[in-house]
């Protein structure tokens, strides 16, 4: 192998992992340009070294150039696990590992000289990650929820209080009803929340003084 093709191989996948990583740069993710451009490059390097071996020592017997690329495939695992965080009931970075096991996997692509797969499947993963886009979009039409608050007759100040609260999380009120009963005060909040919207308002309302329970439907 010339270096002529080393060198285009390498840069060709410096080239499909940065188109990915810049994706994942734009959207502020932690694992980004560089992340990408080095985990592509280093898979076409594993990917070329496979093929060297092969090349030199393929007349020995029992040289397998495939041996090294499955150890990517399954040592890239540990990169994208890193990448994934758990916060509470939700998990954040998944994509981002995702995408780092598909650069893994065009970087063995370039690597081999296979440009026409690598280059489509560059174009695919950026297609898919810009459906985030899309997805927000759809979550920003969020779902009708009802927040049940009882409030004493004393402190009616706290429907307000609980308004504020929820506008500083971002969550839109579409209407809301009271009903008097004896010393307290049952109050219906219909809100447009999305799923990504975080619920710790509910908390905080209910830390509010006069408010007697509060209750998410």
């Not at 399954?74 to 590992?97: C, D, E, N, Y």
């Not at 296979?114 to 990650?129: K, N, S």
């Not at 710790?200 to 006069?210: R, W």
């Amino acid at each position: 192998m010339s270096p002529v093709i080393i060198a285009a191989r390498i840069l060709i996948s410096a080239l499909f992992g940065g188109l990915v990583g810049f994706e994942r740069e734009i959207h502020g993710r932690a694992a980004g340009l560089r992340t990408h451009i080095l985990v592509c490059v280093g898979s076409t390097l594993f990917m070329l070294t496979s093929i060297l071996i092969a090349q030199h020592y393929g007349h020995i017997g029992g040289v397998d150039p495939s041996r090294i690329a499955s150890g990517v495939v399954t040592g890239i695992g540990f990169l994208g696990a890193g990448a994934i965080i758990r916060f509470g009931a939700s998990v954040k970075g998944l994509t981002t590992a995702a995408s780092i096991w598909a650069v893994s996997a065009i970087g063995l692509a370039a690597g081999a000289g296979f440009f026409l797969a690598a280059a489509i499947t560059t174009g695919l993963v950026i297609l898919v990650l810009f459906l985030s886009r899309i997805e927000e979009r759809m979550e920003l039409k969020g779902c009708q929820r009802k927040l049940k608050l009882e409030i004493s007759s004393a402190n009616r100040d706290a429907i307000d209080e609980a308004k504020r609260i929820i506008d500083d999380y971002g969550v839109k009120i579409s209407r809301i009803t009271t009903d008097k009963e004896d010393d307290k005060v049952k109050v219906d909040i219909d809100l447009l929340l999305s799923r990504r919207k975080s619920e710790d308002f509910i908390s905080e309302i209910s830390a509010l003084p006069g408010v007697i329970g509060a209750e998410l439907e």
